[in-house]
């Protein structure tokens, strides 16, 4: 299902869709992918996208690729 972000490649298509969106314009990300435990509202296991940004923006301390 491509729609389905919570699986690791739903996650993994995220977190290339940010790192590319931000590299175009000289930023660098740190994102990782943290396998969450199983809920029992999405009868699954979650793959959590977590990063350095602070409100979807890269944070100052983020070198930049130049």
């Known amino acids: 299902m491509t729609g389905d ?3 690791r490649e739903g996650a993994e298509r ?3 869709q940010i790192e590319d ?3 175009e314009r000289g930023r ?3 994102i990782n992918l943290v396998q969450g435990g199983f809920l029992a509202s999405m009868r699954s296991a979650r793959t ?3 990063s350095n940004m602070v409100n979807g ?3 100052a ?3 930049n690729f130049a």
């Open 5 to 7: 972000y919570c699986t």
């Open 21 to 23: 969106y931000w590299a």
């Open 28 to 30: 660098k990300v740190n």
């Open 57 to 59: 923006v890269p944070t």
């Open 48 to 50: 959590d996208v977590r």
């Open 61 to 63: 301390s983020t070198e």
């Open 14 to 16: 995220i977190k290339k």
